[in-house]
């Protein structure tokens, strides 16, 4: 399950999506404010389903969508929560009460990121597999960091946080770095600076999410979808330009760098 999107960002959750399915994913349900569902489903690929939730005043997810999402969550094995969501006040409610309540393994991005902000202990009292996928400027943001200090010590500041929360933490950037806190830490070759583009990252959250449903664990999953991501990126570009990069011709890449490293 994806709960994402807002009326202003209604493409993350697409691209999320449809990243995951790409991805080995046997099924995606995208739970969405239910006044954009009908624009949803005109765009969409068939093969998403689509799960209309209440909302707040500004077309985001509402707290009062809970029972709902707690009820269908039931028969999910991964939890996505983040891609261009609302910022209201009932939206973050919403989020802090799932990440505590949930134990299903989950990959948190962008938004759900800035809910967490100033609530980490929320983190240690999840019981299951946690991913977390911020750039520098959300990890500033979530953990109190200066931007400049992340910047130039990038690995300390990831494994520090990962092993402190307990995490699987992928820091994006130039040469992403993937950690778990302890031992396993991987820097990240695969990728190009077309890839700074808008909804690549709800592109990577989907594809980690489909390797954790597949049975990887957590540092693998934000190892190997990050890497895959990264050299799917990389084939695009060849064709259409780092300039002319889209975060959709990166998902449509992804069986390719699959079949690389079949």
Same mark, same amino acid.
């Given at each position: ?48 389903m689509t799960l209309p939730l209440p909302e707040t005043s500004t077309q985001g997810l509402s707290l009062k969508a809970f029972f709902k999402i707690k009820q269908f969550l039931k028969n999910i094995d991964v939890l996505i929560i983040g891609p261009g969501l609302d910022n209201h006040k009932s939206t973050y409610a919403l989020i802090r009460k799932i990440v505590k309540t949930t134990d ?16 980490? $202990? ?83 959250? $989907? ?7 597949? $049975? ?47």
């Amino acid at each position: 399950m994806i709960l994402a999107g807002s009326s202003r960002f209604s493409g993350a959750a697409l691209l999320c999506a449809e990243s995951a399915l790409r991805s080995g994913a046997g099924a995606v349900t995208i739970g969405i404010p239910e006044s954009i569902n009908s624009a949803i489903i005109k765009n969409k690929i068939k093969e998403v389903m689509t799960l209309p939730l209440p909302e707040t005043s500004t077309q985001g997810l509402s707290l009062k969508a809970f029972f709902k999402i707690k009820q269908f969550l039931k028969n999910i094995d991964v939890l996505i929560i983040g891609p261009g969501l609302d910022n209201h006040k009932s939206t973050y409610a919403l989020i802090r009460k799932i990440v505590k309540t949930t134990d299903l393994p989950m990959v948190i991005d962008a938004d759900a990121l800035n809910a967490l902000s100033h609530y980490l $202990g929320i983190l240690k009292q999840h019981k299951g597999k946690v991913i977390l996928t911020p750039h520098a400027k959300e990890m500033s943001r979530l953990f109190q960091v200066k931007i400049d200090f992340i910047k130039k010590n990038r690995k300390l500041v990831a494994k520090k946080y990962a092993k402190d929360y307990n995490i699987v933490l992928i820091l994006k950037g130039y040469a992403s770095i993937i950690t778990d806190g302890g031992k396993n830490i991987y820097l990240n070759k695969t990728g190009n600076p077309g890839m700074a583009t808008a909804g690549s990252g709800d592109v990577l959250s $989907g594809m980690v999410g489909a390797f954790l449903a597949q $049975g990887l664990d957590a540092f693998n999953a934000a190892k190997y979808a990050t890497y895959l991501h990264g050299l799917a990126g990389d084939i695009a570009a060849k064709d259409k330009t780092q300039i002319g990069l889209i975060a959709s011709d990166i998902i449509k890449r992804i069986p390719d760098a699959v079949k690389r490293h079949s």
